[in-house]
């Protein structure tokens, strides 16, 4: 056990000292904001279209896999739906809620724990299997059906299909498959440019994450924090795992990367969400929350799963 806290530690100590940094304003919010923007929007996508393009694997393209975490993403958001439901919340709340179980922190969190646990090639594709499945499944059911209750418009429909179609890793992700499948090579020079960013944008990402928690304040602690924590670190993976093991026929090291990804803290952009639907002290303390319980069970799934 101790040796898998020794694994992990180091994450955990970039997002602390992301938050110090913060709290201490030794730096400001600003410029860490403007840093986790040039590594969300430039750094990654690139790096993750050179590593999907010039891959050993085809996990993205892997259809159990696919379909397990799919499968289990969906579990878990029936699942939050439905203990929201049974505690008495109305549409509006069970479907926020649901949201923060069934999309994890891929791009600033995953990336780094999965290429410690699994190493880097199968980690960029494992995120790109992730960004498929939340960018063009997860989120956008989500919001849809958070917006059914205001009633669904052409106007927010095209609104949110532009966004989805526009985001850089995403884009980076399917180009990077695209390229793959055409057989060509990319060029050693561009693949070694793109080298000299991946050590840099994991350490960003991180301090970035915890910059993202020392701007958020534990608002009024609630029950459906509560429910989102637990069902976001406990009930994703185990979802995921339990298709993973009804869908066989995929490696194991695919297998134990995609649990782990499944297990990690919900997106940073849940915030953002709850700021657009007005749930924004849900959002931030299940956010605070989560991150400092992921250490925690992070650590138990990776002895478990070891």
């Not at 699942?79 to 049974?86: E, I, K, L, N, Q």
């Not at 069934?102 to 999965?114: H, K, R, T």
């Not at 180009?175 to 960003?204: E, R």
Request: proline letters at 5%; one cysteine or more.
């Amino acid at each position: 056990m101790f040796d898998i806290i020794r694994l992990i530690l180091p994450i955990y100590l970039l997002i602390a000292v992301g938050f110090v940094l913060i709290r201490i304003r030794y730096i400001a919010p600003a410029d860490l904001r403007g840093a986790g923007r040039l590594v969300i929007r430039f750094f990654l996508p690139l790096v993750v279209f050179a590593a999907v393009g010039a891959g050993q694997h085809d996990t993205a393209l892997h259809p159990m896999l696919f379909a397990a975490y799919v499968g289990g993403s969906l579990l878990s958001y029936a699942s939050a739906y439905g203990m929201a439901w049974m505690a008495g919340k109305d549409h509006g709340v069970r479907a926020f809620e649901a949201m923060g179980c069934s999309c994890s922190n891929s791009a600033f969190f995953g990336l780094p724990i999965v290429t410690l646990v699994s190493g880097p090639a199968i980690a960029f594709d494992i995120f790109a299997m992730a960004l498929l499945v939340e960018n063009l499944i997860m989120i956008p059911l989500a919001v849809s059906i958070i917006e059914a209750e205001s009633g669904l418009t052409w106007p927010k429909l095209r609104k949110l299909i532009f966004g989805v179609l526009t985001n850089p890793l995403l884009v980076g992700a399917v180009a990077g498959l695209i390229w793959k499948a055409t057989g060509l090579g990319l060029p050693q020079i561009a693949l070694d440019a793109i080298g000299l960013m991946t050590p840099v944008a994991a350490p960003v990402a991180l301090l970035t994450v915890g910059g993202a928690v020392a701007e958020l304040s534990l608002r009024t602690f609630r029950w459906g924090v509560v429910r989102i924590t637990l069902c976001k670190l406990i009930l994703h993976p185990l979802w995921v795992g339990l298709m993973i093991l009804l869908l066989s026929g995929m490696p194991g090291d695919l297998q134990i990367a995609a649990i782990v990804n499944a297990s990690l803290p919900m997106m940073s952009v849940y915030m953002l969400f709850g700021i657009r639907f007005r749930r924004e002290d849900v959002a931030a303390t299940a956010l605070i929350t989560a991150t400092a319980l992921s250490f925690v069970t992070l650590s138990t799934l990776l002895y478990l799963l070891r």
